[in-house]
């Protein structure tokens, strides 16, 4: 009883990351592309996500604190990290993306440096929450486990 | 033994482009080739999972320029995916190179940013579809449905 009151906590868990507008249908995708000889597929895809991107958002830092601002390269950092971000379905960061380009082509520096702010918070959020949803997951097991009779 | 004589005859029906059952319809048993041609590491990998999980026997690689030197080094592939932003020849260039080399590939252009100026350079550059990332399972499907009939 125990371990299905903790597959419906992952399940809960799993399902706010949906309804608070985090992540989207790409993430199911993943989802779906896991399977037995990659039973870890989502996670470590993520994980890579997180560790690679972090040049990035170090490029964009850096090139935020030139004077003058070089939209072209802006753009063309924010072009690939949208990109990854879409491709492991984080819409929250990707909308936040979309809007800085829109500032870059508009050529207003204090526009994409206000949006970057927000969203390197969603970055870090979606982080810590689908961090936590991983360890849950890791921790319950699949439910299969759950079913087993004795 | 029955085996090798049933392989042997299956490769030369294959190779005839007719099932080992005798339908003319095996073209579409046949094993796909894709090679993805993208510097951002999560969407090689994603991109290749997702062809792979398609059937389809999948490379990736990070530029132009390696795409160009596995090409010249006689890899043929039925489908190439390539994205607007790499490093030192960009998507469009890298397409209009593949074309001038007589390659007929099918070539989509998978990219982060749908921008009407972007998707007519990369028309015009020879690829046959343009593609907003994230790539799906859905689009992939329906890519190898209209290959396999032809």
């Known amino acids: 009883m125990d371990r299905n009151k903790q597959h419906r906590q992952v399940a809960l868990m799993r399902q706010s990351l949906f309804d608070q507008g985090l992540l989207d249908e790409q993430f199911v995708q993943l989802e779906e592309l896991q399977d037995e000889a990659n039973p870890n597929f989502v996670e470590e895809v993520v994980t890579l996500f997180y560790r690679d991107s972090a040049r990035l958002i170090l490029n964009i830092d850096q090139a935020l604190d030139k004077s003058p601002l070089d939209f072209a390269k802006l753009d063309s950092y924010m072009h690939q990290f949208k990109g990854s971000a879409s491709s492991i379905g984080a819409k929250k960061v990707k909308s936040e993306c979309t809007l800085f380009r829109e500032y870059c082509k508009a050529g207003n520096g204090e526009g994409c440096k206000r949006t970057f702010q927000q969203l390197k918070k969603e970055y870090a959020l979606l982080r810590k929450k689908v961090e936590t949803y991983f360890q849950l997951a890791r921790q319950v097991g699949p439910v299969e486990t759950a079913c087993r009779s004795k | ?150």
Request: contains cysteine; charged residues 25%.
């Open chain 2, 1 to 150: 033994m029955e085996l090798p004589s049933k392989i042997n005859n299956n490769d030369k029906s294959i190779q005839q482009g007719i099932s080992p059952s005798g339908s003319r319809d095996l073209i579409s048993n046949r094993k796909f080739t894709a090679l993805v041609v993208d510097s951002d590491p999560i969407c090689q990998i994603i991109e290749k999972a997702i062809l792979e999980s398609q059937g389809v026997e999948t490379q990736f690689v990070g530029s132009g320029i390696d795409a160009l030197d596995l090409l010249a080094s006689g890899a043929n592939f039925d489908i190439i995916a390539i994205a607007w932003v790499l490093p030192m020849m960009n998507g469009v260039e890298t397409t209009r190179r593949i074309r001038a080399i007589g390659n007929h590939s099918k070539i989509l252009a998978v990219t982060a940013c749908f921008d009407e100026r972007k998707k007519q350079a990369f028309l015009d550059a020879g690829v046959d579809e343009f593609i907003e990332k994230p790539l799906t399972l859905e689009k992939v499907a329906s890519i190898m449905r209209e290959m396999k009939n032809g």
